[in-house]
């Protein structure tokens, strides 16, 4: 089972700034926590990803709690191509990447 | 660079028949996954290749799938005698750096665009 919570679905304006959380509670001291996305008829894509300290680069920032047991993935700008399924997942110790069913984000004009 | 590339893109056939699919990753990852992907569902991992010996597989119905990754660079996964159930996407992925040997590069994914099976 996944070991992360997030909303089933979120919807955003255009070019307004998204925020998408994740709970994950019980993370462990060496889980990185990772972002990817789907779109419609995709494979996942690789968002971020990050140990304790905010992460930037040119997709997405991703803001994670002090006490790591949640994080927040940011779209500066939601655009309708950023419309997806959006996956927080953390690295178990059995090595996989375990997907649960994500967020489906929608994004309007 | 080239993505993972992945074939066929579609696939129909009758239940108890068998269908083969191929992946080809990026070129030096050491790591190769497929990824079992039912409509509406996250993507549940099959099987974890590191080279070519398996690293997990603990959730391959291994009564009617199997998957090799000859010399450590393609693979195939088979499914034989399929069921109505198997209809899904069949993701392949590979990652670059070696999930036994940690670090945070170890857990970049690169997918390819998956194979759409549907079992009549």
């Known amino acids: 089972d996944a070991k992360t919570t997030q909303p089933n679905s979120m919807e955003s304006n255009e070019e307004e700034p998204v925020h998408l959380p994740c709970n994950h509670s019980?993370?462990?001291?060496?889980?990185?926590i990772h972002w990817y996305r789907q779109l419609p008829s995709q494979g996942p894509e690789y968002v971020i990803h990050?140990?304790?300290s905010n992460v930037n680069n040119r997709m997405a920032s991703l803001a994670i709690a002090e006490d790591r047991k949640s994080s927040t993935l940011i779209l500066h700008r939601a655009t309708l191509r950023d419309a997806a399924v959006y996956y927080c997942?953390?690295?178990?110790?059995?090595?996989?990447?375990?997907f649960g069913k994500g967020t489906s984000l929608l994004v309007t004009p | 660079e080239a993505g993972v590339a992945q074939s066929p893109r579609y696939k129909i056939i009758e239940k108890r028949q068998s269908v083969a699919f191929w992946c080809n990753p990026i070129?030096?990852?050491?790591?190769l996954y497929w990824y079992q992907q039912i409509l509406g569902q996250g993507p549940k991992l099959l099987i974890q290749?590191?080279?070519?010996?398996?690293?997990?597989d603990s959730q391959l119905p291994k009564d009617r799938f199997s998957a090799e990754r000859l010399k450590g660079v393609d693979s195939t996964l088979k499914i034989q005698p399929a069921k109505l159930e198997d209809s899904a996407v069949y993701l392949c992925?590979?990652?670059?750096?070696?999930?036994?040997?940690?670090?945070?590069?170890?857990?970049?994914?690169?997918f390819g665009a998956g194979s759409r099976l549907t079992v009549l």
């Open positions: 997942i953390l690295r178990d110790s059995g090595y996989a990447l375990n």
């Open positions: 019980t993370i462990s001291g060496t889980d990185y």
């Open positions: 290749f590191q080279n070519n010996g398996v690293v997990d």
């Open positions: 070129s030096g990852h050491a790591t």
């Open positions: 990050g140990l304790t």
């Open positions: 992925a590979s990652s670059l750096d070696s999930i036994l040997a940690g670090g945070p590069r170890a857990n970049v994914l690169t």
